[in-house]
């Protein structure tokens, strides 16, 4: 059992920067895959970035390459989402995600944290 708990959302003008931190209880921690994913009003959850239990692997969508990125300290047992050049589109609830696995069309996640907003002004 793995709970999670996001903080470091707000508000923030666009070119901005915030830093996501999700803390997970258990010490299985680090033995999980651990993701971001985002949803904003009126659309899908979306992928946003995963890093692999050691962080030698990680992976983004192609909407937040090269501005975002994730990392985790298992020593702390928390995940990062730094993210730079924020832009109004990348407003949305951002969440964490433990072992979240890619099946194709649709992700499967085992744990999900509640939320934490981000919201982008122009």
């Known amino acids: 059992q793995v709970q999670l708990v996001e903080s470091g959302g707000g508000l923030v003008q666009a070119g901005g920067s915030l830093r996501l931190s999700c803390l997970a209880s258990g010490r299985t921690f680090s033995s999980y895959r651990m993701g971001w994913f985002r949803q904003a009003p009126g659309k899908e959850r979306q992928f946003v970035a995963t890093?692999?239990?050691?962080?030698?692997?990680?992976h983004y969508a192609d909407s937040v390459k090269g501005r975002f990125t994730i990392s985790r300290d298992n020593a702390k047992n928390t995940v990062y989402l730094q993210m730079n050049s924020l832009k109004p589109e990348d407003t949305a609830v951002y969440y964490c995600?433990?072992?979240?696995?890619?099946?194709?069309?649709?992700?499967?996640?085992?744990?999900w944290g509640q939320g934490t907003q981000v919201t982008v002004s122009s």
């Open positions: 890093i692999t239990w050691n962080g030698d692997i990680t």
């Open positions: 995600a433990a072992d979240p696995t890619n099946l194709g069309t649709r992700w499967s996640v085992n744990y």
